[in-house]
Structure formats: structure tokens, C-alpha cells
């Protein structure tokens, strides 16, 4: 990154910040700290075919490295699978994080009393409490 910076800075750029760069380098070492773990070795390991882009410039090589970065972290599983296909529901996605939906709603554990109190506390609390403010 320090090499990207000072080009970037060559041309009148503003540098990459540290927490927009994902380390593919480190992200291997976690998954295989025996190594391996130089891109031709990574593409053996998780079965990427690299034979077409074997003869062509190192740059095309690179081609290849987007489904290596997809097993290192972990987005192809075809060996693990513990449900079938009949339970596998969509990712429903809040904000950055991917969320799976549970097919029915949990009944509550609330009893009539208990949402009564809370209903006579929140009342307590006037038209300017935070809690009116939530939505909730």
C-alpha cells in the first residue's frame, strides 16, 4: 500500500485509507498458515482454473484472483452443506450485514400484564420521551 500511496500522491491523488484495503495476503495466511499461499498455489488448492491464463502476461493471471478471494472467505462452500435445498431461504441484507429470515416469527414471551406495564410506563413518560421518538 505504501507503494500505491506514493504513486497516488505522485499524481495528485489522496492515498487509500488502511480501513478500504482488504489484505488477501493476510486473509490467506489466517485460512492456510502452513502455506502456501502465492496465487498460483491458492488457485491450486481451491480448484480455480488457472490453465487458460497460464501462458498470457502476469496481469491477465490475476483474472483468476476473484474466486480465489471468494473461498478465502469463505462465499463457496460446495463441499459443506448442512441443509438441504428444500430449507435454503434468501439473505435478506440490513445495512452491511446479511441476515437469513426466520421462516415463522417467534411467539412472544410477553404476557398481557407485562405489555399492560409497559404500555402504563411509556404513558408515564410524557409525549417528549425518547422512547416515542423510536417508533417503538
Not at 49 to 75: F, H, K, R, T
Not at 89 to 109: E, K, W, Y
Request: glycine share 8%; proline share 9%.
Amino acid at each position: 500500500m505504501g507503494f500505491i500511496n506514493a504513486e497516488l500522491k505522485a499524481i495528485g491523488t489522496g492515498p487509500i485509507l488502511p480501513e478500504r484495503v482488504v489484505d488477501t495476503l493476510l486473509l490467506a495466511r489466517q485460512k492456510n498458515p502452513i502455506g502456501p499461499n502465492s496465487l498460483d498455489a491458492l488457485c491450486k488448492r481451491y480448484g480455480v482454473d488457472i490453465q487458460s491464463v497460464a501462458n498470457m502476461a502476469p496481469c491477465s493471471i490475476l483474472n483468476c484472483w476473484p474466486n480465489v478471494y471468494i473461498e478465502l472467505i469463505g462465499g463457496r462452500q460446495t463441499a459443506l452443506s448442512l441443509a438441504g435445498p428444500e430449507t435454503k431461504r434468501p439473505l435478506v441484507f440490513q445495512g452491511n450485514t446479511a441476515v437469513i429470515p426466520r421462516p415463522r416469527p417467534l411467539a412472544s414471551r410477553l404476557t398481557d400484564a407485562e405489555r399492560e406495564a409497559h404500555s402504563q410506563l411509556v404513558a408515564e413518560l410524557g409525549p417528549g420521551a425518547l422512547w416515542n421518538k423510536s417508533g417503538n
